[in-house]
T-cell receptor, first 114, second 110 residues
Framework: KAGVTQTPRYLIKTRGQQVTLSCSPI?????VSWYQQTPGQGLQFLFE???????NKGNFPGRFSGRQFSNSRSEMNVSTLELGDSALYLCASSLGLGSYNEQFFGPGTRLTVL | QQPVQSPQAVILREGEDAVINCSSS?????VHWYRQKHGEAPVFLMI?????EQKGHDKISASFNEKKQQSSLYLTASQLSYSGTYFCGTAITGANNLFFGTGTRLTVIP
């Protein structure tokens, strides 16, 4: 079974630009969660999507948004990039809603904002 | 809401044992353990649900003390491949949003 895939793996952008990251969950998994990982703040939850609906949201500004498609693939978008947005963005897929589900991470997209 | 992990770092010789602890100030629904190697994504190790169960596979096991809101990860007879940073992710609601600790860097030397 293929794992979670994320594209692109690396991105370099400049301040003020916007970026879209993509995540394809494990086949059969319907929940996709996004996390930001930085050396200073560690792993922080961004949001979770299930059945094309955002179910949970972390404490991030509105510049961070996402969506999920009918095939469970998900995208996240960051608008008006800031230097502090440089991070590894990870998506995790799980079978369904509920914290009793195992979450499996993709390889991540490393975003550098110059 | 972020759990506290201890120790922050540990160095082991091959074959030695280690315990990594994860404590939360909030009541927990579940605890998820991951290992991350440098430059790679976190790899799922195991999940513990409230109820105080203990889990394990191979030489890695974990426990969850629901009353104390603590979980411990036990690594026995460590191997070089165990090196990495271990994270606990805690769920304080029934939802999938996990709060992660700051990690424990484990280094196994020959």
């Amino acid at each position: 079974k293929a794992g979670v895939t994320q594209t692109p793996r690396y991105l370099i952008k400049t301040r003020g630009q916007q970026v879209t990251l993509s995540c394809s969950p494990i086949s059969g998994h319907r929940s996709v969660s996004w996390y930001q990982q930085t050396p200073g703040q560690g792993l922080q939850f961004l949001f979770e999507y299930f059945s094309e609906t955002q179910r949970n949201k972390g404490n991030f500004p509105g510049r961070f948004s996402g969506r999920q498609f009918s095939n469970s693939r998900s995208e996240m978008n960051v608008s008006t990039l800031e230097l502090g947005d440089s991070a590894l963005y990870l998506c995790a897929s799980s079978l369904g809603l509920g914290s009793y589900n195992e979450q499996f991470f993709g390889p991540g997209t490393r975003l550098t904002v110059l | 809401q972020q759990p506290v992990q201890s120790p922050q770092a540990v160095i082991l010789r091959e074959g030695e044992d280690a315990v990594i602890n994860c404590s939360s100030s909030k009541a927990l629904y579940s605890v998820h353990w991951y290992r991350q190697k440098h430059g790679e994504a976190p790899v799922f190790l195991m999940i513990l649900l409230k109820g105080g169960e203990q889990k394990g596979h191979d030489k890695i096991s974990a426990s969850f003390n629901e009353k104390k809101q603590q979980s411990s990860l036990y690594l026995t007879a460590s191997q070089l491949s165990y090196s990495g940073t271990y994270f606990c992710g805690t769920a304080i609601t029934g939802a999938n949003n996990l709060f992660f600790g700051t990690g424990t860097r484990l280094t196994v030397i020959p």
